[in-house]
């Protein structure tokens, strides 16, 4: 069984996922708009990973007899100047995603919950993945800045990006 104050925490986080999702869609929206096809997929790709980190926590709420209880998705910003402010955004909040998943980890430590420790695992080292990940697209994009050949190749790289949806050991 969960105590409340790690069911109040997990819950926040699952707000905080489907938050994440909801920003990815709009990042993909405004790249598809502006014509970067690649970019749009691999925000979209972004989207349902997010999707499917928050369904995973839901899951695991559920399963410790727990309770979820979703909360309204704040609004998120809809459009960036450029590729770079793009994922300059991304790192920026993949960064706070990490700091969140942390203070869960402080959470389950506080309330002796070694089962949630040992669930948040994996999200620890998705965390270490997902930053850089974007870090490494962020400096290829800087790297090209004004070089639209360059852009172009990039956009086609991360179009090429498929989707993989979590394990059930996750």
């Given at each position: 069984?969960?105590?409340?104050?790690?069911?109040?925490?997990?819950?926040?986080?699952?707000?905080?996922?489907?938050?994440?999702?909801?920003?990815?869609?709009?990042?993909?929206?405004?790249?598809?708009?502006?014509?970067?096809?690649?970019?749009?997929?691999?925000?979209?790709i972004q989207f349902r990973?997010?999707?499917?980190?928050?369904?995973?926590?839901m899951d695991y709420v559920?399963?410790?007899?727990?309770?979820?209880?979703?909360?309204?998705?704040?609004?998120?910003?809809?459009?960036?100047?450029?590729?770079?402010?793009?994922?300059?955004?991304?790192?920026?909040?993949?960064?706070?995603?990490?700091?969140?998943?942390?203070?869960?980890?402080?959470?389950?430590?506080?309330?002796?919950?070694?089962?949630?420790?040992?669930?948040?695992?994996?999200?620890?080292?998705e965390q270490v993945e997902?930053?850089?990940?974007?870090?490494?697209?962020?400096?290829?994009?800087?790297?090209?800045?004004?070089?639209?050949?360059?852009?172009?190749?990039?956009?086609?790289?991360?179009?090429?990006?498929?989707?993989?949806?979590?394990?059930?050991?996750?």
């Open positions: 069984m969960l105590s409340s104050k790690m069911q109040n925490a997990l819950n926040a986080h699952i707000n905080a996922e489907l938050w994440s999702a909801y920003l990815y869609l709009s990042m993909s929206l405004d790249a598809s708009a502006k014509g970067y096809k690649g970019l749009a997929n691999w925000f979209m990973e997010e999707q499917d980190h928050a369904q995973l926590f559920l399963a410790r007899g727990g309770q979820v209880a979703l909360a309204p998705i704040a609004e998120v910003p809809t459009q960036w100047e450029s590729p770079v402010a793009m994922f300059r955004d991304t790192l920026a909040h993949e960064q706070k995603v990490t700091e969140l998943i942390n203070g869960l980890c402080r959470t389950a430590d506080e309330e002796k919950d070694y089962a949630t420790a040992n669930k948040l695992v994996w999200f620890v080292n997902e930053e850089d990940n974007v870090r490494s697209i962020l400096d290829q994009i800087k790297m090209v800045e004004g070089n639209n050949m360059g852009l172009y190749m990039i956009d086609k790289e991360l179009g090429a990006r498929v989707y993989s949806a979590p394990t059930a050991a996750q």
